[in-house]
Structures are given as C-alpha cells and as structure tokens.
C-alpha cells in the first residue's frame, strides 16, 4: 500500500512538472487515474476503448515522465532546492528573528517557492 501510494505521489509530482510536455490524451488519462482516482474501467467507459488501451495509454505517460525526469532533472533540482531550504531555516534559528524571517523570503524567493 505504501509503494502505491509513493508511486502515485511521484507520478504527480513528475505531472507538475512536466504536464505541458505530455499530449492531451496522456494528460488527461494520468489526470483522471492519479488526481481524480477514476479506476482504469471507469476512464475506458468514458473514452470508448478497452480498459488495457487505457492502462497502456497511462503506462506509456508514466514511462515519458520519467525519461524527461532523467534529462531534465526538474524534479530532483526541486527536492535539493527544499532541501538547502530546510538546511538554511536550521542554521537561521540561530539568527536573529528578523535576520531570518528575511533570509528566509529571499531564499523562497530565489528558489521559486511561494
């Protein structure tokens, strides 16, 4: 259960970044199976096509999100970007709070997190 549920949370992490990259139909399957949770039979009665031309459909999408992830790198640089974040708020709590709160939006400002 925990896999699954590690696997649905990298795919839609992988789907923030790389949606735009995707065609329609693979964002629009990938949607609906890992943000919306319809069942693979519920997306091929939607779509008129067997429920294997859908799971082939989002397996295919799966697989293009991780072979932009391992070009670009997005995805990883994002998680060391939060990482250095939290790395930098340990070493702030020593500062003086306004020190801090400053820094602090200039990093998340930097690194693009709101």
């Known amino acids: ?59 295919r999408a799966e697989q293009t999100l991780r072979d932009y992830e391992n070009k670009l790198q997005l995805l990883h640089k994002h998680e060391q970007r939060v990482k250095l974040r939290v790395e930098l708020e340990q070493i702030l709590d020593q500062c003086d709070p306004e020190l801090k709160r400053k820094s602090g939006a200039l990093f998340d400002t930097m690194i693009g997190i709101d």
């Open 1 to 59: 259960m925990d896999q699954m549920l590690e696997k649905t949370n990298r795919i839609n992490l992988l789907f923030d970044f790389y949606e735009p990259l995707l065609t329609e139909k693979q964002r629009t399957f990938l949607q609906l199976y890992f943000h919306d949770d319809y069942s693979l039979g519920e997306i091929a009665e939607n779509f008129e096509i067997s429920r294997q031309a859908v799971y082939e459909h989002i397996k």
